[in-house]
């Protein structure tokens, strides 16, 4: 018989090469790696408006987040029994809209604009005689990022207030989703990419995305280095300490306090809604 040569693999069967994968191998490896290939859909996190147009999708449901406080008052309204909000992005459209009669809500960093109705704290949207009515609003960020995306498949809001709401519902539309933070003037902010780490994470957990974007893998870090206390964690965030400055806590608080909500806020031309179970 013929000697093995030292650091060789012994030849099991003399008609197999030894670099052949066995069929069952070959299933063993596509059943421990299942997951690979159900994956189907994508999750992609756009840590600022400024860099949307890369993550271009336009098959993709965009959520939009801006937790302090833009989208965390959105979800409240209509939690509340508000009808319809007409996001907009400049005062001068909101000024128009208030000359025309309309209801407006003005922000600007952080405070009522003069003149308005309304500002952007969740608190103020509680309030039975807003029921049924059309508000319109302008906030510092949000209502930016909202219109920045209006040309996108579907755009929905989110905040910690609906996160399993919105995290079930995205499951089940079989498509792409693009978690974009509304950011502070188009710079990254904690609160928005904590958020979108969490929803990401609830996405990834169900096998049905996959993600090849690194901001979602950060976003997704953070949330799991943060999410025991999101409070204390924001201590020196930019956007907590400027709603502090202006005795904004019990917004901040509320605004991280999960599952508070269990609607939908969807951009219908150009108009926000709550979605109903059977637009879904
Ligand atoms: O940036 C925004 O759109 C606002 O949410 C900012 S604030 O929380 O109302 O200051």
Redesign the pocket.
């Known amino acids: 018989m013929a000697s093995t040569p030292a650091g060789t693999k012994k030849q099991i069967n003399p008609h197999i090469p030894n670099n052949y994968l066995f069929p069952i191998d070959f299933l063993l490896f596509v059943i421990q790696n299942r997951d690979l290939y159900l994956m189907a859909y994508n999750v992609q996190v756009c840590f600022s408006p400024a860099s949307f147009s890369l993550f271009r999708d336009d098959e993709a449901i965009v959520v939009v987040i801006?937790v302090?406080?833009?989208t965390s008052?959105i979800c409240t309204a209509f939690e509340n029994g508000v009808k319809k909000i007409i996001p907009v992005s400049t005062l001068d459209e909101a000024f128009d809209y208030k000359k025309q009669g309309f209801l407006v809500a003005a922000?600007r960093?952080?405070s009522i604009v003069e003149g308005f109705h309304l500002?952007?704290s969740p608190f103020s949207y509680m309030d039975e005689n807003l029921k049924d009515k059309t508000i319109v609003l302008t906030?510092?960020?949000?209502?930016k990022a909202i219109n920045a995306a209006k040309n996108a498949h579907k755009v929905a809001i989110g905040s910690f207030l609906n996160l399993n709401t919105i995290a079930e519902w995205l499951c089940e539309q079989e498509r792409n989703v693009i978690l974009l933070c509304?950011g502070?003037k188009d710079k990254f902010n904690m609160e928005d990419s904590l958020f979108a780490g969490a929803l990401a994470e609830q996405l990834l957990i169900t096998k049905k995305f996959t993600s090849d974007c690194d901001s979602a893998r950060a976003s997704v870090h953070l949330w799991n280095f943060a999410s025991e206390d999101l409070y204390p964690f924001l201590r020196n965030s930019s956007?907590r300490n400027?709603?502090g400055r202006l005795n904004l806590d019990k917004?901040i608080r509320y605004c991280l306090t999960p599952n508070q909500t269990f609607c939908i806020p969807v951009l219908e031309e150009g108009v926000l809604i709550k979605l109903e179970k059977d637009l879904a």
């Open positions: 801006d302090l406080r833009a008052a922000e960093d952080g500002g952007n906030t510092t960020n949000g209502t509304a502070w956007h400027r709603l917004d």
